[in-house]
């Protein structure tokens, strides 16, 4: 877990709710919100944006999967510090199409 990770919990009896948030085919976007500890520049947005290399080990079998993520959108919505202008970090939300990972987008820059 990074963190606190607020999040909202669904209960419910009727399959169609969650089928049409989390089926891949009906790409509901999934939006995150991430405090990083550093300011990022325009040009980090952008390439974090484009997408990341990234290397994943498959739990069952052990075998790493090195490829490249999704294109997604990321946007600054929030700057650290007083006033939010300080020199602190920042917090940037992502909105992705498909299944990805948060974390690896952030330990390979």
Do not use: H
Request: charge should be neutral; include cysteine.
């Amino acid at each position: 877990m990074l963190g606190n990770n607020p999040g909202l919990v669904v209960l419910t009896d009727d399959g169609r709710v969650p089928e049409a948030l989390l089926d891949p085919a009906r790409k509901a976007p999934k939006l995150y919100e991430v405090d990083v500890d550093q300011r990022l520049a325009d040009s980090d947005i952008a390439a974090l944006a484009a997408g990341v290399l990234i290397t994943t080990v498959q739990q069952r079998t052990g075998e790493s999967t090195t490829a490249m993520t999704l294109p997604c959108k990321v946007e600054r919505v929030f700057l650290q510090g007083k006033g939010g202008t300080g020199g602190g970090g920042c917090t940037l939300r992502f909105e992705l199409q498909a299944g990805a990972y948060i974390r690896p987008f952030f330990s390979s820059t």
